[in-house]
């Protein structure tokens, strides 16, 4: 069974015109809340421990490139993804301060649709990183330590759940 029994998306389709839904295999991507934002890096840390535990065994001797490689994408996605985080955050005061604007002032339009399109790219690039995280995921689930598998099934999940 590979990655796909655990729900985990392979593709990322975003684009469009505002307004638009932007979809992920049928998903329509919505706004993250709290700690679902932190659910991508868990997912990617999850990733590196399993494969930091797989390299130098003997075992598993043969893939170990593979691994290793699998291991410095989740790290990268990790580091990525908490910066998401935090840009996620930083997005969200322009756009509650747009909503604070009279309804009746000219540039209220103008100022929601900017702070609009600039708190999406977080988000967005949040499930991006996700939908990245599966191909390190499928090498760890098929040449990692099979103790591990336990881990790279939840980092699947963790993941598939941080795009919903």
């Given at each position: ?92 005061e322009p756009l509650s301060r747009a909503y604070a604007l009279p309804k009746d002032d ?49 980092a699947a999940y963790a993941s598939a759940a941080a795009m919903e």
């Amino acid at each position: 069974m590979g990655l796909a029994g655990y729900g985990h998306q392979r593709r990322l389709q975003v684009g469009g015109e505002a307004g638009e839904g932007h979809c992920l295999e049928g998903h329509c991507l919505k706004p993250l809340h709290g700690e679902d934002r932190h659910l991508g890096a868990l997912a990617a840390a999850l990733g590196s421990m399993a494969g930091n535990y797989t390299v130098g065994k003997k075992a598993y001797a043969e893939h170990e490139p593979e691994v290793k490689a699998a291991v410095e994408a989740c790290e990268g996605l990790r580091v990525r993804l908490l910066a998401l985080v935090d840009a996620d955050a930083q997005a969200f005061e322009p756009l509650s301060r747009a909503y604070a604007l009279p309804k009746d002032d000219p540039g209220t339009k103008a100022a929601l649709e900017s702070a609009t399109r600039n708190a999406v790219l977080a988000p967005m690039g949040i499930v991006q990183c996700c939908a990245e995280l599966a191909a390190p995921l499928e090498t760890l689930h098929a040449f990692g330590s099979r103790l591990m598998q336990s881990d790279v099934g939840c980092a699947a999940y963790a993941s598939a759940a941080a795009m919903e």
